[in-house]
């Protein structure tokens, strides 16, 4: 009965990074390219993301990965240098400062408008998972999509902290132990979806290509420099989730 009185919710993390840049580690381009880097980063600033939410009265119970970002276009990319131009689908300040490095042009499309956005021209590219591109049905307006991984975004479940300090003893350590559950399998989960997905992708005609390693060392450097823009910003405690993410 306790445990229902918590009324649990669900956001991205990167999505509060306006209140602190420590939030934005979870969508820094070509940090954590796998699940398994994924998993070792969210390891590594799993702390100091707990402590903030708990400075502003947010319990975290558990955070669970989407699918790798990956490329979707029309044009072949076998390096950096073949992106320069591109129309280029951003919906934030992490792919919109992407795209500047990257010689690409960003316009700011929503979810929904991705495919009118591909029929008027006014994208050419876009970065996403493969979720998204098989939701939107990709096929209709690119023809290829290439597995960068260039970050995998997480949800995060939170639930009030007072309401969560209000329940005895035994229920808060029963629904921290059933957020490790759920914590487990949503990470098993987002795995077969991402290769679910990409199957979907396929099976409608579009190629699905492992990128060149002229273009992931391009994006690599990308990555570098943007990494490297985030820890100007978070001083100290970003450079202790890079050390610890990176031992």
Same mark, same amino acid.
């Given at each position: 009965?306790?445990? =229902?009185?918590?009324?649990?919710?669900?956001?991205?993390?990167?999505?509060? &990074?306006?209140?602190?840049?420590?939030?934005?580690?979870?969508?820094?381009?070509?940090? #954590?390219?796998?699940?398994?880097?994924?998993?070792?980063?969210?390891?590594?600033?799993?702390?100091?993301?707990?402590?903030?939410? !708990?400075?502003?009265?947010?319990?975290?119970?558990?955070?669970?990965?989407?699918? !790798?970002?990956?490329?979707?276009?029309?044009?072949?990319?076998?390096?950096?240098?073949?992106?320069?131009?591109?129309?280029?689908?951003?919906?934030?300040?992490?792919?919109?400062?992407?795209?500047?490095?990257?010689?690409?042009?960003?316009?700011?499309?929503?979810?929904?408008?991705?495919?009118? &956005?591909?029929?008027?021209?006014?994208?050419? &590219? =876009?970065?996403?998972?493969?979720?998204?591109? &098989?939701?939107? +049905?990709?096929?209709?307006?690119?023809?290829?999509?290439?597995?960068?991984? !260039?970050?995998?975004?997480?949800?995060?479940?939170?639930?009030?902290?007072?309401?969560?300090?209000?329940?005895?003893?035994?229920?808060?350590?029963?629904?921290?132990? #059933?957020?490790?559950?759920?914590? +487990?399998?949503?990470? %098993?989960?987002?795995?077969? %979806?991402?290769?679910?997905? +990409?199957?979907?992708?396929?099976?409608?005609? =579009?190629?699905?290509?492992?990128?060149?390693?002229?273009?992931?060392?391009?994006?690599?450097?990308?990555?570098?420099?943007?990494?490297?823009?985030?820890?100007?910003?978070?001083?100290?405690?970003?450079?202790?989730?890079?050390? #610890?993410?990176?031992?």
């Amino acid at each position: 009965v306790q445990t =229902m009185q918590v009324q649990a919710g669900e956001v991205f993390i990167s999505l509060l &990074a306006n209140e602190d840049p420590i939030f934005a580690v979870d969508s820094i381009p070509f940090l #954590a390219t796998s699940y398994d880097d994924a998993e070792q980063l969210w390891d590594a600033s799993r702390d100091a993301i707990e402590s903030r939410l !708990a400075d502003d009265g947010i319990q975290l119970l558990y955070a669970v990965p989407w699918p !790798a970002q990956g490329l979707y276009t029309s044009r072949e990319v076998n390096g950096v240098d073949d992106l320069e131009g591109l129309k280029f689908r951003a919906y934030n300040a992490t792919t919109s400062r992407l795209a500047e490095l990257t010689g690409m042009v960003p316009t700011q499309v929503e979810v929904p408008d991705i495919p009118q &956005a591909f029929a008027t021209g006014i994208v050419e &590219a =876009m970065i996403t998972s493969p979720s998204t591109g &098989a939701n939107s +049905k990709a096929w209709d307006f690119v023809d290829r999509f290439y597995d960068i991984q !260039a970050w995998l975004p997480k949800n995060m479940v939170i639930v009030n902290r007072r309401a969560f300090d209000a329940l005895d003893e035994e229920t808060r350590q029963a629904v921290l132990d #059933a957020a490790a559950e759920a914590e +487990k399998r949503g990470w %098993e989960m987002s795995r077969k %979806e991402a290769a679910a997905k +990409k199957a979907v992708l396929e099976d409608n005609g =579009m190629q699905v290509l492992d990128p060149s390693q002229a273009l992931m060392d391009g994006l690599t450097d990308v990555g570098r420099t943007m990494t490297d823009e985030w820890l100007e910003k978070t001083g100290e405690d970003g450079q202790a989730i890079i050390e #610890a993410y990176r031992q």
